[in-house]
């Protein structure tokens, strides 16, 4: 059975290029983006100086009401810092793990800032959901100065590889001759692993340097290789709690003359989060003593505390409570600002930018939310006053506990958490940078998406998690966000992963009461487009057929005003993807005669160019290799390469297209008749 790349509407690693040179014999055969190989994104022979010292910690600061826990940060001292200045000789691990709202992140806050001066490399990763955590990790190979920062989409996969090879043997200078002298010393902190699997592959599982992770789940102190430490973190005990109340309160001076400040304490559970909103409510309601707070919850009572769904199933015992404290927070909340947080509780806890809260204020249906600037900054205000979030100026986002995201969607019936999600997604799909087929693969998109990434990913989560999803019919629109971020989880090496996100796009459309408008119709061809791609890049033959079939018949429904058939560039991609998956079912004679239709609709096109042909025109020559057709396949990969040459220079970098064609053979120079054109020599390679 022959397995060969071809090119479909695809992504591809651009600075892959780098390494290729069309003039001269490569020293070992090229090899598919899919085989994990992990090229450095700079020459390899150059020597460079690491960015070290490196502190990376793009999510969180440093909080200047942290209080106690000595004893903790001692202990996970005694397991991550050697005795003495030199490294340690091995992995060291260190667990934090207990119930939410019992300062786990916040410990590890304080340890990362200050041990930081004890290490070289000093890393904050978020580790909730496995592609907010890739992300995160890939951007390490760029502060580290393993890749440099331009204007390509960054492959994932490839980039989070280099950085754990870096892990494994983190020499301070690429390329010299290195002693154990030279070893950088690093600390990677893993916040919110409450699912241990989603570290899988994102562990460093060899060499030395030391790891923190926060985590709900126990058994998190003995999952990871290497030795099991950790602790099972336990509440502030009355005394230390009551001291950190005081310290929040000392500018209102209360009074405590009758020892109500400890009953006050003892009230809220020793959890540090509910200390710290509750001491903030205290000092916002003017309140002179605590005896005066609780003669006034004595009097007023509150609503009954209860225990998470599923929580305690979960993790046996630590179940954690929604605190007495979010519940006044939340009563005691404007409308405006309510509805503010009711919004930011869909959006990923760690980085809410707010440029969704504010340019798409205008998508929002609810009438209280706060769509002016000076009724947001009234409404951001008081949710600060409350301690239900902190502001990241630096980011421009803001950060709130999940904890408290936990509590107020708690607090949401059905109807208003399901108009709640039809705001926020619209919000997103508002501000996100939409592509469409023809502009696919367009990098000036970038920044905005890197922005916007992990809050798109949180919505799916939210969605998948609501209640009685199956009644529920989100905005359209939606379905058009999930496949245009799936395409982008595609584009940056995370083929698998997109599927879901097509899916679901693929099944809002099919219930949607508008299904057979255009706008609708074109978002669920783009679903099975997306599919057909996403199945040639994972090698799923069949799906890559069915699913491009039915992309070809949803697409033969439309006509001209005049009744004709439609033929745009659509219909010429179509054809593409139709050919690509008969060639991967080795149905050679098939794959050709769509080849060609698609060159053939792609020059009737008003504003056809010759790099159109970047799709088709490669597969074309490599089915014709395939068949041992060798002269023809040479003329046709020759006449794209020069194509490519012409428009954006030899040895391109920029354009996907020739990236994507050039991966699955290498350019020699036939020695024997240097006067003949280039010989292209086609390697058969895994669909990438």
């Not at 009355?238 to 929040?248: N, T, V, W, Y």
């Not at 058939?565 to 769509?594: F, K």
Request: hydrophobic share 40%; net charge negative; proline share 5%.
């Amino acid at each position: 059975m022959h397995n060969i790349d071809l090119v479909g509407n695809h992504p591809w690693v651009a600075n892959d290029l780098e390494a290729l040179n069309l003039d001269r014999a490569p020293e070992s055969q090229a090899e598919s983006p899919t085989a994990m190989s992990v090229p450095e994104g700079r020459p390899s022979g150059t020597r460079r100086i690491l960015n070290l010292p490196l502190l990376s910690h793009r999510a969180v600061e440093r909080n200047p009401e942290f209080f106690g826990r000595d004893d903790v940060i001692c202990l996970i001292d005694n397991h991550l810092l050697s005795e003495s200045d030199a490294s340690p000789s091995s992995l060291s691990t260190f667990a934090l793990c207990g119930m939410g709202g019992l300062g786990k992140t916040q410990i590890a806050i304080e340890y990362l800032f200050s041990r930081a001066k004890y290490f070289d490399t000093v890393v904050w990763l978020p580790a909730d959901d496995k592609t907010i955590l890739a992300q995160n990790m890939a951007r390490i190979a760029i502060d580290l100065g393993l890749e440099s920062e331009d204007d390509r989409i960054q492959n994932l996969v490839l980039s989070c590889e280099r950085v754990l090879k870096w892990l494994a043997n983190p020499i301070k200078v690429l390329n010299e001759p290195s002693d154990a002298g030279d070893k950088a010393r690093w600390l990677m902190v893993f916040d919110n692993a409450d699912d241990l699997k989603t570290l899988d592959g994102y562990w460093p599982t060899e060499g030395i340097g030391s790891v923190l992770v926060t985590s709900r789940d126990p058994k998190a102190k003995n999952h990871f290789q290497g030795p099991r430490n950790g602790l099972d973190l336990h509440p502030l005990s009355i005394e230390d709690g009551a001291r950190f109340m005081e310290q929040l309160t000392q500018e209102q001076s209360l009074s405590n003359h009758d020892n109500s400040l400890q009953s006050v304490s003892e009230l809220l559970g020793g959890l540090p989060l509910a200390i710290a909103q509750m001491a903030h409510i205290m000092v916002d309601l003017r309140l002179t003593s605590y005896r005066e707070f609780l003669d006034f919850y004595n009097r007023e009572g509150a609503r009954t505390l209860y225990t998470m769904e599923g929580e305690e199933q979960r993790f046996g015992d630590l179940g954690y409570n929604r605190t007495l404290a979010t519940v006044w927070a939340l009563d005691r909340l404007a409308p405006g600002a309510l509805a503010l947080f009711r919004i930011i509780s869909l959006l990923d806890p760690d980085r809410i930018p707010e440029m969704i809260l504010k340019e798409g204020s205008s998508s929002v249906q609810d009438p209280n939310y706060p769509t002016d600037g000076r009724r947001y900054l009234k409404a951001r205000a008081q949710l600060i006053k409350s301690s239900l979030i902190t502001v990241n100026d630096k980011q421009q986002s803001l950060i709130v506990h999940r904890v408290v995201q936990d509590g107020i969607r708690a607090e949401m019936d059905k109807d208003i958490f399901q108009n709640t999600f039809r705001d926020a997604s619209m919000m997103v799909v508002k501000v996100w940078p939409f592509q469409t087929l023809q502009k696919r693969h367009d990098l000036a998109r970038k920044e905005t998406c890197e922005k916007l990434y992990t809050s798109v990913i949180r919505l799916k989560r939210v969605f998948d998690d609501l209640p009685e999803r199956s009644k529920f019919q989100p905005h359209d629109n939606f379905a058009h966000l999930l496949n245009d971020f799936g395409w982008y989880l595609l584009e940056k090496g995370f083929v698998q992963e997109s599927k879901a996100y097509y899916r679901i796009a693929q099944r809002i459309c099919e219930n949607s009461p508008d299904r057979d408008t255009e706008e609708v119709s074109l978002t669920l061809r783009m679903a099975h487009n997306n599919q057909t791609t996403a199945a040639a890049e994972t090698n799923a033959r069949g799906d890559c057929l069915h699913h491009s079939l039915i992309w070809m018949e949803m697409f033969q429904k439309r006509k001209t005003p005049d009744g004709k058939p439609l033929r745009d560039y659509e219909l010429a991609i179509v054809y593409n993807e139709i050919g690509v998956a008969y060639g991967m079912n080795e149905q050679w004679s098939l794959a050709e005669d769509y080849f060609l239709k698609s060159i053939e609709v792609m020059k009737e096109q008003d504003d056809y160019e010759d790099t159109n042909l970047g799709w088709p025109e490669p597969n074309l020559g490599l089915i014709y290799w395939i068949q041992g057709r060798y002269d023809e396949a040479e003329t046709v990969l020759n006449e794209i390469l020069d194509v490519f040459a012409l428009a954006f220079g030899v040895d391109d970098i920029k354009s996907f297209k020739y990236g994507h064609f050039l991966t699955p053979f290498d350019s020699v120079t036939d020695g024997k008749n240097p006067a003949r054109p280039r010989q292209l020599i086609v390697e058969p390679g895994p669909y990438g």
